[in-house]
């Protein structure tokens, strides 16, 4: 398991309704961000590149993603400075790999199809 909920129990205070609409918007929405952000690094463009994984960031960083957060970390920073695309493109896969297992596992845990 990729993830930890326990940032997200802290601040729901035990509302698991809260919960679960976090979880499920993430499920819903992080997919259509990761084939924005693959098109942006097969483009090559360092601007797209940096907007997705910055807005990606924090859903990571919520859900305790810590290994996916940290790749997506350096790539945000790659692309902010405009180096290493190589690298980004290297890496982007093994990103994506990681999210989509964590959201299978949140789908399982949460029984959403």
């Known amino acids: 398991m990729g993830y930890n909920l326990e940032k997200i129990h802290v601040m729901s205070d035990g509302d698991n309704d809260f919960i679960e609409a976090v979880v499920v918007a993430f499920i819903e929405e992080i997919p259509e961000d990761m084939i924005v952000f693959e098109k942006e690094v097969v483009a090559k463009n360092y601007g ?4 997705v994984s910055h807005k990606i960031k924090p859903n990571l960083e919520l859900l305790g993603m810590d290994a ?6 350096k790539i945000l920073n790659w692309a902010k400075d405009e180096t290493n695309i190589d690298e980004i493109a290297e890496n982007f896969p093994v990103l994506k790999g990681m999210i989509d297992e964590n959201i299978s596992g949140l789908k399982k845990e949460f029984k959403v199809s």
Do not use: R, S
């Open 68 to 73: 996916a957060f940290d790749l997506n970390f």
């Open 48 to 51: 797209g590149i940096y907007q």
